[in-house]
């Protein structure tokens, strides 16, 4: 019994420890009152980060990211999608954006308050993931990709479409497939 312990504490710490601190934070889903840390929602799973703005002319990345998420959503891929009005293309009312991504592309996948994402205000995580690729983003769409251990994988900019290569393989590798 107390191997099973002991194994199941070494288990917990090793879970813990793969996830980046920038991800210990708690965010709010975009037009709730829901909120979950990150570490717990992103859990052994491989991770695309998205700085998204409803009226950047890259918003049609809203459904090749949601197509990217169905297609290997089972296999342990997540989007966590972050609005953001850091490149003055974001609605200021949540509902409209909301509105935008779910209604207008079928967004699924978890999208959180606005948030900043470069210079001084950006938010913790944002600090954190440009520090792990050494940049922060350049305009709306930047990605980041993190393994299953929590550590970066890539990063892309907004012209990267996340249908096409190099990111649709480096999702596969990072998920083992």
Partial sequence: MKW?????????GAAVAACPDY???EMRELNSTQRHNLCQLTEGKVVLVVNTASYCGYRGQFRD???????????????LGF???DFWQEAGDEGKTASVCRRDYGVTFPMFNRIAVRGADASPLYRGLAAAAGEAPGWNFHKYLIGRDGKLV???????????DPLQKEVKRALGL
């Fill in 83 to 85: 609005p953001s009005n």
């Fill in 4 to 12: 099973i312990m002991l194994l199941l504490t070494l288990g917990a």
């Fill in 23 to 25: 991800f210990n934070v």
């Fill in 154 to 164: 890539a990063s892309y900019g907004a012209n990267q479409n996340p249908a096409d």
């Fill in 65 to 79: 990211l949601e197509q990217l998420y169905q297609t290997y959503k089972e296999k342990g891929l997540m989007v």
